[in-house]
């Protein structure tokens, strides 16, 4: 089975930097995703980690430890629409590309 | 390029009457994924087809729900009969299943209300 691990709120100001973490445990392991999903909408991707190592993509950045399952998802000069929640998922070694295992999500809410 | 696109948007029915959530996939995708969302529960994974076979229905709540894909670009999921606890969002996802980077693409979802 899988289980991933993150905060549930985290509160900061704008132009602030925010960390979220994940852990994770699986019986294989293939890979970990960020998604963001505002309220009432749907889940976007924001980033993938097939390897140890930071993923840089603008504002945010995503970092992964294979060895401490373990990985983050960095959100830097917070803007007041990053305020969302936002989800690490995992894929299964044993499972399909798509199949995803998701966490249950950080609100991270911004303030001016 | 259209998204995937579900239909309905909004949906309030009675408990015990049928409900069918509809979705198309972007085009060229040969992956199709039928999540639902709760408060409580999160977002779970009912059901995943690859080029249009069922693949792994283990997180179908149970007998009521059911998921069919006839063909690449169309597929349903009915619920009958409906219960109240069944209320959620219904998201349809879809991808390339060999591709690499982890990316699912979701519709905007079907809200459904039982009453």
């Known amino acids: 089975g899988q289980s991933l691990e993150q905060p549930s709120e985290v509160t900061a100001v704008e132009g602030a930097i925010v960390q979220i973490n994940c852990t994770y445990q699986t019986s294989g392991f293939y890979g970990l995703s960020w998604y963001q999903q505002h309220d009432g909408g749907a889940p976007t991707f924001l980033s993938y980690?097939?390897?140890?190592g930071l993923e840089e993509t603008g504002r945010f950045s995503s970092f992964l430890s294979r060895s401490d399952s373990y990985g983050y998802l960095l959100l830097q000069e917070l803007q007041m629409k990053d305020s969302a929640s936002y989800f690490c998922?995992?894929?299964?070694?044993?499972?399909?590309?798509?199949?995803?295992?998701f966490g249950a999500g950080t609100q991270v809410v911004v303030t001016p | 390029d259209a998204g995937v696109i579900q239909s309905p948007r909004h949906e309030v029915t009675e408990m015990g009457q049928e409900v069918t959530l509809r979705c198309k996939p972007i085009?060229?995708?040969?992956?199709l994924f039928w999540y639902r969302q709760t408060m409580m529960r999160g977002l779970e994974l009912l059901i995943y087809?690859?080029?249009?076979?069922?693949?792994?229905d283990s997180g179908m709540p149970e007998d009521r729900f059911s998921a069919k894909m006839p063909n690449a670009s169309f597929s349903t999921l009915k619920i009958q009969p409906s219960e109240p606890r069944d209320s959620a969002v219904y998201f349809c996802?879809?991808?390339?299943?060999?591709?690499?980077?982890?990316?699912?693409?979701f519709g905007e979802g079907s809200r459904l209300t039982v009453l």
């Open positions: 087809f690859n080029n249009n076979v069922p693949i792994d």
């Open positions: 996802a879809s991808n390339v299943e060999a591709a690499s980077g982890g990316e699912l693409f």
């Open positions: 085009s060229g995708h040969n992956s």
């Open positions: 998922a995992v894929r299964d070694r044993t499972d399909s590309w798509g199949k995803l295992q």
């Open positions: 980690n097939g390897l140890d």
